[in-house]
């Protein structure tokens, strides 16, 4: 299985807690996304749709699908590495995939596709946003777009 690497990457770092812990003592399903959304949350942030943003306009990124793969379990205490690239951009949407590591080995990945949204309706991006996010948008790793079968 190829490893997707990016030219130009955002990074999100955390650590495994105590109760991240499931009944097999490996990082429960649930966490992996929660951390995935953390860093979905550092993307907004650097390329502008952080909290200020949000309170100002209203305006959010709201994930309209979203795919993980679980590729090996992860320890207690794991230090996690997540770095987060842009598959493409539209007018109102953007595609984007997450890969977590630990030690430089791939744990999961997850690929997702989300909506800029003002109020209850897709809204352009503003034009600043859509230029940061086009700054770090780089060729679809190869899992990109698989289906479950």
């Known amino acids: 299985m190829g490893e ?10 955390d650590t495994v807690r105590p109760e991240w812990i499931d009944y097999n ?5 649930p966490y992996y996304v929660l951390v995935f959304g953390d860093a ?7 390329v502008g749709l952080d909290a200020e943003y949000r309170g100002r306009t209203g ?5 309209v699908e979203a795919h993980v793969r679980y590729l090996r379990e992860v320890d207690p205490d794991a230090k996690l590495h997540v ?3 842009v598959i493409s ?5 953007v595609r984007f995939c997450h890969e977590m590591r630990v030690d430089g080995t791939l744990v999961a990945t997850e690929e997702l596709l989300a909506l800029h949204v003002d109020g209850a309706r897709s809204a352009p991006f ?8 086009n700054t770090y948008v780089c060729p ?4 990109a777009g698989r289906s479950i079968s």
């Open 126 to 133: 503003p034009d600043t946003v859509l230029a940061r996010l």
């Open 140 to 143: 679809a790793p190869e899992y």
């Open 59 to 63: 305006a959010s990124l709201y994930t």
């Open 4 to 13: 997707h690497r990016p030219t130009s990457t955002l990074s999100y770092t």
């Open 89 to 93: 951009t539209g007018a109102k949407k």
């Open 25 to 29: 003592g490996h990082l429960s399903e």
């Open 83 to 85: 770095t987060t690239s």
């Open 40 to 46: 979905t949350t550092a993307m907004m942030d650097a």
